[in-house]
């Protein structure tokens, strides 16, 4: 309907499927002139230009050839959103309810010879069958509760005896492909046929008496010669022929396919695939289709999103509660990418599972239909009934799903549902605990809590369990909005979102900032996405991660975690072959317990390489070069090493590295190459006696305006106020909660999470920073300088004021928030600092080097603030 322009204008008072989680939307003044008619605009999720939840109808006229006379007739509709009801020249055939798999309806019978009228109802609302009302399947969040039809819909015609569906199972260590296929007889009586098999130039051929009505038979075909087999290094397909012909008539009714060679199992607590360990290095796809507001039906969209995938160095995705159409699979079958389908359901917050609700026989049901339709594509490797299950019996309801499966069908692996439960019965165990921030967490996390290093793993936790484990959803890394991406949406979605965020940027005196508050947050994100990759890298035998995500989510309040944005395009800051070297089929890794060190200090550490190619490296050294910004190389080396095999922990050597050499504050990359593969990682490096500043007797540092920091500045000197963390007024800034890592999610659905932060935005040629190096954005020498800070609220004192460095802001609130900024007082000059340089200054190697960078900077001739502020509009501090 939204694409022909139909439907209800958005008001105040739309029922959305998914319900307004954040109520501050209807009473925050700032939202009050986007609540008004004709301007209204959700923050929460993109906008479509109209909404409709209810029946639709659709009245079709067709006309039957005569030559359809005596045969079955079927209405197939591919992809239907939701239930649908279907009227023949006004009698009532019946109503499908299928959100992940067409909806076909048996007319034979029911059309004769002539014209006739189809007359279909489509119902996109919530009824008895609840899967969850933030269930990608028809959420608000991604790709709506749209209404209506799409990709192919038709009338076909096949003979009495035909081939309703069909199950091939292929057995790659026997070189067999056995075909189960489903044969409908309509005749009265027995029909005597002859099921044909061809694949490729090889063909077998069987004879049956099929009784009335549907049958199962069976038939197999042994390849000659070797074959080739389906995996992410070689999508080897084969075309399969099937067909059946009817011995009295002498009609044929042929069914083609394509298929694969591969099997996935489990082995000692891995993932095997065709024998060979597998590692699963995914993303979610959630029904993201801000053009269409529908999914794609066509493979080159698909294949679009997969390459995106395949560039960023990924060979899986999950689809997150939801079952993509035909061309999905079509696609993945093509590119090697390993699918994992979900059932259509996220059965929390509006429902449950387990509790005897329609929505248990419907996930049944559901999960037939798809196995049933897309059960014989090679790229079909894993199911689970889908997110995040609520519900008392809710795992007594799982086992007996997966035990059915399991039992059933062993050509994928099987789980429980995504995040949880981690049931016995389950092939491999989606868990949310191994990743670097979780919910809740704020800034506990590793990331946020501990400092940097990259020795830490999974491998304690994933332990306590006998199966293979997935990360859930891992990352959740913001950036800002990128608003430039805006002209792409001229679909049936809006930004409106958007739209909120830049006005109120521009409100904000900030609008020319847009650009570089993207680019360094996006820094940050990278960075963040890291850490959270090379972590599950690092772990032994770990099954692998699922990333939310390579793309944005653009709803649940607008989560912009993606390096790619939600037309899966990239946004400037991080090219695909810099993310393929810590996101491939082979990292070299290192851990060290420290990024930050002294130059009295030595780096002690290993390399190491996760590597899951197609075949074992035959290559038997790493080089490693330790080199400055500029290239000057500090230190380098050769590690000798047996071939690398397949798995990951793999040792490559030991690495010492003094750093005596290093005589001024420098960051410094290690960069470690395996034959085509290389990563690097930044160590900071400072001298360890830090020196006096010349004159620094002149500067008066204090941790508050007192009346002695205030008769200091009216008397011309120079004051550096260092504010103690947490005792900036929240009028000031003190809510902010900062923190070093990028906002998780984001701040609307996690109810104001910490962090409430995109790190830092700085001039690294400002003279105040000319000791304490680096670039415009976070990296980890910052970690110490965010994690004992407070973020100011600039325009509290004064909207003209422009910071050294600036902390980037949520983009629901934008305000100019400020690390260090300098201003003129009377006759006096004021640097104040957000960060604290008072506690544990004694363990704090970067504090230290900043400081002294501050106190070299307020002490010489550069130091010349240029906006005068009163000191009464310093008294918010």
Known sequence: ?????????????????????????????????????????????????????????????????????GKDILFFLERCHWETRLWVDGEEIGMQNALGAPHRYDLTGKLSTGKHVLVLCVDNRIKNIDPGNSSHSLADHTQGNWNGVVGDMFLEVRPKVNISSVKVMPERLHKKVNVLAYLMNRNNKDANVVLEIVVGNEKAWQQYTLKPGENQVMVSLTMKGNIKCWDEFSPFLYDLKLSVKDNKTGEINVYIDRFGFRDIKIVDRKLMINDRQLFLRGTLECAVFPKTGFPATDVKS????????????????????????????????????????????????????????????????????????????????MMMYGNEPAGKRCSAYLSNFISFWKECDGRRLYCSGAGWPNLLINDFLSDPTPRIQGWKQGLNSIINSQPPSTDYDWSEYIGRFQQPMVSHEIGQWCVYPNFKEMAKYDGVMRPRNFEIFQETLAENGMAHLADSFLLASGKLQALCYKADIEAALRTKDFGGFQLLGLSDFPGQGTALVGVLDAFWEEKGYIRPEEYRRFCNSTVPLLRLPKLIYTNQETVKGSLEVAHFGAAPLEVTSTAWTLKTKEGKTIASGKLAHQPIGIGNCIPLGQLEIPLDKVDVPSCLTLEATLGDYANSWHIWVYPAAVQKVADEAQLLMTDRLDTKALQRLQEGGNVLLSLRKGSLPAEAGGEVEIGFSSIFWNTSWTLGQAPHTLGILC??????????PTEYYSDYQWWDAMSYSSAIETAKIDKNLKPIVRVIDDWFTNRPLALLFEVKVGKGKLLVSGVDFWQNMDKRVEAKQLLYSLKKYMCSDNFKPILNVCPQSLLVL
């Open 1 to 69: 309907m939204t694409s022909n322009g139909l439907g209800e204008d958005i008001s105040i008072n739309t029922d959305w499927t998914s319900g307004i989680s954040d109520s501050s939307y209807f009473f925050k003044q700032k939202y009050a002139k986007y609540r008004r008619k004709g301007n209204i605009k959700i923050p929460f999720w993109l906008q479509p230009m109209k909404y409709y939840k209810g029946k639709a109808w659709y009245k079709k006229e067709v006309i039957i050839p005569s030559d359809w006379k």
């Open 763 to 772: 001039n690294p040629a400002h003279p105040a920073l000319s000791e304490f």
């Open 302 to 381: 698909w294949k679009k999103i997969y390459t995106a995938c395949r560039r960023h160095g990924l060979n899986h995705v999950r689809f997150h509660s939801w079952c993509p159409p035909k061309a999905a699979f079509v696609a993945a079958d093509e590119l090697g990418i390993y699918l994992e389908i979900e059932c259509s359901s996220w059965a929390n917050l509006s429902t449950t599972i387990g509790d005897g609700s329609d929505l248990d026989y419907f996930i049944w049901e559901e999960s037939k239909r798809i196995v049933r339709e897309f059960g014989n594509h090679p790229s079909f490797c």
